[in-house]
Each structure stands twice: as structure tokens, then as C-alpha cells.
């Protein structure tokens, strides 16, 4: 494995989980009890990797803060910073300069998978593959890269998001490159590996082929799977070596409270310092770390920012609370409702639906 080298983007800009996104990038949003980059990390680790070169763009400095040089985490971390945001393919190109070995292992930095990497990358060998695509079969492919293959695993097309998909096989959000093909993506400007350089190399007749999986997955790009994503790994659903505490109903930090007469389940997370009081029920949600649910409150799937309240008798569902957010008593959130850092909700204020939910 001293060959091969872990790349992980992670430059986006996680607009689809505002505002939590405002202030860290979304794979350092805590999941489970740790940032999400966490327990990627820690399975690229199992599978022997070393060596990790994040492509950070968006708030690059969160996470050198955090993970440092990687050696807390067994790992040799490199950081490599886009000033402008090259896409996904230009992002890849921009860090070349930092591969040690000739196959690099290349992640997006949202996906939650059980796949064997090990296997992955036996399968590109096997096949003398120029790239090998992991890829996976999903109910709705529209939001994802449709990847037809042929019985041998060779990749036909690179489809990204089609509005009427030809196969319910996506990509799975996982590449391995062999290092040329890699360094002949085009250097200094922004490239979607989605739309240029995979189809450019099938159209060139490279050998692309999918490794199909059926383990977990799940994109974590919106509020609805990074609830649904973070309530599998604290229920054991989703595979992690770095998940805080035993696998459960529900996962509470240190440092937190909760009342002996709330009902917290279905694989939530309360976060340290956080507090859950008398006849409260938190049902698959995450509350980040200092955040209070008053008595008799409800908070359903729903993603509570770091030291906001919400009021007693209010009923949170489906809603993402910003941090510092105060929620007055006997409001109604439902249905991808948001609420910006900050704001402060009066008592009986809103009964809030948003309209595209
Ligand atoms: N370094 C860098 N620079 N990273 C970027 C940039 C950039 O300009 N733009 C996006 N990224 C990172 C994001 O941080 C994320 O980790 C990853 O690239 C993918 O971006 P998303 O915005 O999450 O893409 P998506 O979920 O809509 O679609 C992608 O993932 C699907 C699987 O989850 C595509 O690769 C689809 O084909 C795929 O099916
Ligand atoms: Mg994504």
C-alpha cells in the first residue's frame, strides 16, 4: 500500500447544508460525534494507506487546524489549496506534485461506504485498468453520474445527472487513477471529472471500468442524509473505526445532559455540553455541541446547531437550526425549514413549512 497514495476533495462549498456550511466546509461538520472526514480517514487507514493529500479550496484552513499533520490519526497528511476552485477534475490535476507513488486513490470527501478498498484497487490491477470507477446502484440516480457498463466491468459512458437516467448504477464517488492518466488532466484551470475527463478518456478509448459494490452508501450532501447517514453510523448501520462511544439507540458525548425523562433514539447524537431536558424527544437528530432542547420540545431529523435553543413544546422536524439560533417556546419547524446563525424566534411565533419541501 506504500504505493499508492489517498486524495480526497474537498473543496466544495456544502451549499446544500447552509447555514451549517457558512462557518466550517461540510467534511468537517460533526457526524456522529466526530468532524465527517474523521471516519473516512479512519477506513482509508484500515486499508493500510499512509499517505493523504486533501484538495482544499473553501475554508482550507479548518481543516489543517484540525487534523494537523495527520500523525494523530496514524496518517501523513498533505494539504493542497485551490485559491480559485478548480472543479473536481482540476482539483484532482492540482495535487500531482504531492503523489509519492504510481496509483492514486482518489475520494470525493461526502460519502459514507462500506466498499472494501482493498478489493477496489485489486480490481483496477487486475484489469490493467487507466482508471477504475467505484460505483453503486441507488433508487433515484438524477442527483448522480450514471455509469453504464458491459458484463466485464468496462465502462460504456459517464452520464452526470441525467433527467431520465439510463441505469441505476451511479458513481459512487470513488476513482482509482493511474498516475499518467491523472497528470494528463489538463493543469490551471477548473475541470469537472464529470463531464470532461471521464467522458474525454472513454471517448479516447482509455481502460475505464467500474467496480460495482453493494455495500453502504449515501451521499451526505443534504440535510436529509446527514441526518439519515449520521443516525446509521451511531446505530452501526454505517461501518466506522472512529465512531465515539458503543454502537446504540443514540450517541451522547461527554459532557452532555440528558433527563432522565427525554426520549433521545433512533440514532442521535448529542453533542458535548449539549443538554436535553424533562419529557423532550430527540428522534434521528444530531444536536451539535453545546445546543439545548427545552422540556417537552421535539426535534426529529433535524440538524441543531452548536449552542442554539430550542423552546419548550416547540416541535423541530426535518429543519436545519443554525448555531446560536434561540428558538422560543411552541414553535412549528417542519419540513426543510432553515434558520440562519443568530436568529431569535419569539414564543409561538412560527408554524413553518417550507414551500419546496
Ligand atoms: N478541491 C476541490 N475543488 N473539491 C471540490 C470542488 C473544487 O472546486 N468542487 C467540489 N469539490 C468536492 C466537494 O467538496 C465534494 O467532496 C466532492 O468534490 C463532490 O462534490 P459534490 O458537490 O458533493 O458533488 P455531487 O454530490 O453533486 O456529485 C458528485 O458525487 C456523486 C456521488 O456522491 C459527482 O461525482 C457524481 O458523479 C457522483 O455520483
Ligand atoms: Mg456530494
Redesign the pocket.
Known sequence: MSDIDAV?????????LRPLTLSA???MLPIAGVPFLTHLLSRIRAAGIEHVI?????RAEVFSEYFGDGSAFGLSIDY?V?T?????G???R?VAPYLHGDTALV?????LSGVDLRELLARHEENSADVTLYLTRVAD?R?????PTRPDGRVTA?L??QANPVTDQ????AYVFRRPVLEAIPAGR?VS??RETFPALLAAGARVFGHIDSSYWR???TPADFVAGSADLVRGIAPSAALPGPVGRRLILPGAVVDADATVSGGSTIGAGARVEAGAVVDGAVLFDGAVVLAGAVVRRSIIGRDAVIGSGSVIQDAVIGDRVRIGAANELLHGARVWPDASIPDGALRFSAPDA
Do not use: Q, W
Not at 8 to 16: E, F, Q, S, Y
Not at 143 to 147: D, L, N, P, S, T
Not at 170 to 173: E, T, V
Open positions: 480526497i476533495l474537498v473543496g466544495g462549498k456544502g451549499t446544500r466546509p461540510k467534511p486533501l484538495g482544499t479550496s473553501y493542497v485551490e480559485e476552485p478548480l472543479g473536481t482540476g482539483g484532482i492540482h475520494f470525493n470527501g461526502d460519502v440516480p442527483a448522480f453520474g450514471c455509469v459517464f452526470e445527472k451511479i458513481n459512487a464517488g477548473p471529472v464529470e451521499d451526505l450532501g
